[in-house]
Every structure is written in C-alpha cells, then in structure tokens.
C-alpha cells in the first residue's frame, strides 16, 4: 500500500498525480481571481432605506447570480483538487497512524504512572494522618499532666494565700515583744501545714484509663515536691521576714498605747502589707503556670520532632505534579463552577468573546426561540438568510 502512495504514482480520476498539482493549484487560483474581480466590481447600495424596491431587485438579480456562479467556481476548485487532497489526506494518515499507535501505548503506561502517583499519594496521605495522630495524642497526654500541674498549682497558690493570710493576722495579735518573740517559733509547717492536693482534672477522651492514671500519678509525683519546697521555703522567708518586723512592731505598739488614733494609720499598712503579699502570691502562681507551659510546649515540639525524624516510606517519584481538580457527579455539583466562573471570569472577557465562549448555549437558546420559548431580560433582534437563486 506504501508503493501505492508514491506521488509519481497516477491517481485514478482522470489520470491525476501528485505531480499535477502545481498545475491543479494555479488552475483553482486563477479560477478563483477572475471569481473575486467579478464580485467586487458590482456597487453595492448601502444606503438601503433609499433604495426603491425595482432597482433592489436588479441588484440583487445580479447578486444572486454572481453567488450562483461563485458557488460553481467553488465546487470546480473542490473537484480539481479532492483527488489531490484525498490522497494527501490518505498519506497523512499512514504518518499519523504510526504514531498514533505509539501514542496508545504511551497513554497506558501514563495512564499506570498517574494511577500509581494517585495510589502513593494516598499512601502519603494516610501515613501523614497517621503521623499527626500519633502527634495530638502524645500532645494530649502532655496537656492532661499540664493540667494536673494546672490545678495543683491553683490548689497550692490558694493554700498558701490562706496560710500567710493566718500569719500575718496571728503576728500582729501578738501585743508584746516577748509574744513576738514566741510566736516567731511557731511560724513553721507544722503549725501551717500544706493541704492536700485533691486534683480532679478533665481526662481527654482519646486515652485509655489505665494511662491516664499512669500519666496523672507520674505528673502529681514529680510536681508534689516541687510544690511543698517551695511552699516550705515560702514559711521560711516568712518567718525571717516577721523577725525582722519585730522592733518595728514594738515601736508601733507603743505609739498605738500613747495614742489611739496611731491604730487606724497601722491597720492602713498591715492591710496594704496584706495586699502586697497576695500580689506576690499571684506573681508567683502566674511565674509556675509559665514554668509548666512551656516545659509542656518543649515536650509538644519535641514530639514533632521525634515524629518527624522518622523516614517516609512512600516518596513521589521526582517529576510528579500533583494538583486538585474539581470532578461533579451531579448537574447539582456543576452549577457553582458555572457561578463562580461568571462571577470572577466572564468580566474579564469582552461581550464578543463571551458570545463566542457560549455559543453552544446561544444555538440552543435561538433554536427554542423560534419555537415561541421566549427567555425574559434578553434582547432578540431579526435574522435572515439567504440562497442564491436567480430572479425570474
């Protein structure tokens, strides 16, 4: 059949080959100027409204004659030339045909790596869900002992309030300097003792019992003894500090029994004594919860890290594009991308290439119109057609 194809070779109808069409081509454009020359030497009327109905029907006699004569020249070319064409189109094919088996064949095997890009990709997908999962329940372990250590320090901040609340009331009973000096010995743990720490805090769904208990007993050990040195440590300082208030308070004493209004100007400053060390307690609670948050954020970010040192074991092979595409099932699921499209893109498009983006739908539109299915809000205007047939 390739033998067969071989320009030289003659072309049954009428004995045409491929060598003829340098000929066949000169022939259909001379054909086709001597066609053009005679159309547009007629004048036509522009002016229509002016022209009287006889003298536009002479024209248009002449019009239909010279496209009567145009679509003659037109099928002449076409008839010269298909045997040509045809055979070039029979050429064509054998090229295109050849590659287009090739192209087959490379579509499956695309067809199998875009399946397999899919297919890793959901692998990826899975073990980074995974992954985040096994992150948020180690951090939701971090947050449930954060929590415990939350309402411990809450439990210690209030007790200790409550104790140097005690304290200070207790020292300045005391109405002598021998009074002073005994009370300073009972300033100690064992007459201000730290309450005990009853903890209930909300338990995150995603743990079992058993470790949330392991968690709450570890977290409440560790932080216990953090807690009642601290809070030991605090009577401590107190009692120094009280010491040290002893002659202070004697003179005080004095100036209250030679002059009772001197009282009301000593409870003013015990009271604003009072305050300035509930302001302390309160520094000191919001310097613990500090403490506590941010060893719970370095243990969050620590997990991260942890989780994310370990390899993948799925990786896109390098090339790989991978975007999303919207795909409906359902004319439902297409009306918002035809919504969004007018509303962000068909502004940008001029009326004339709108009309040629949907002229589908325009075709569509016309062919009911003429049917009496009138769309309201659209202008319509007339159109006509014509055929070429000469005037009797």
Do not use: C
Not at 150 to 165: N, P
Not at 238 to 255: D, F, K, Q, S, W
Not at 336 to 341: G, K, L, S, T, V
């Amino acid at each position: 059949m390739e033998q067969a194809l071989i320009p030289n070779t003659p072309i049954t109808n009428g004995g045409i080959s491929l060598e003829t069409l340098p000929e066949v081509l000169t022939q259909n454009q001379e054909l086709t100027s001597r066609a053009i020359a005679a159309m547009q030497a007629i004048i036509l009327p522009s002016d229509l409204s002016a022209l009287d109905v006889i003298s536009g029907d002479g024209v248009e006699s002449q019009v239909n004659d010279l496209r009567s004569r145009a679509k003659q020249a037109i099928d002449m070319n076409k008839e010269r030339r298909m045997p040509i064409t045809r055979k070039m189109d029979e050429i064509k094919s054998m090229f295109t045909a050849a590659e287009n088996a090739i192209d087959t064949e490379a579509k499956r095997l695309v067809t199998w790596s875009n399946a397999w890009a899919a297919e890793k990709h959901l692998r990826v997908k899975k073990a980074q869900e995974e992954s985040a999962a096994k992150v948020a329940l180690e951090n939701a372990k971090v947050d449930f002992a954060f929590r415990i250590q939350q309402d411990m320090d809450r439990i210690y901040t209030g007790a200790l309030a409550v104790t140097l609340e005690f304290i200070s009331k207790d020292f300045y009973k005391q109405g002598t300097q021998a009074e002073l000096v005994a009370f300073m010995q009972t300033i100690t743990t064992d007459r201000y003792p730290l309450i005990e720490f009853n903890v209930q805090p909300i338990n995150p769904p995603a743990l079992p019992v058993e470790e949330l208990n392991q968690i709450f007993y570890k977290t409440y050990n560790e932080t216990l003894p953090l807690l009642s040195n601290a809070y030991t440590e605090k009577i401590k300082q107190e009692a120094e500090r009280y010491t040290a208030l002893i002659p202070g308070r004697v003179a005080e004493l004095a100036t209250i029994a030679a002059d009772a209004s001197a009282a009301e100007a000593a409870a003013a400053r015990i009271q604003e004594e009072q305050n300035s060390i509930a302001q302390s307690i309160v520094l000191e609670s919001a310097q613990n919860i500090e403490a506590f948050e941010a060893k719970a954020n370095t243990e969050k970010l620590g997990n991260s890290f942890a989780e994310a040192a370990i390899a993948p074991t799925v990786e896109q092979t390098k090339g790989t594009v991978h975007k999303q595409k919207y795909a409906p099932k359902s004319h439902k699921e297409i009306l918002p991308i035809i919504q969004w499209w007018i509303t962000n893109q068909m502004s940008l498009m001029t009326v004339d290439d709108a009309l040629k983006k949907f002229s589908f739908m325009f075709t569509a539109a016309n062919k009911e119109l003429n049917k009496g299915t009138v769309i309201e809000g659209v202008p319509t205007e007339d159109d006509f057609s014509t055929r070429a047939m000469k005037m009797k």
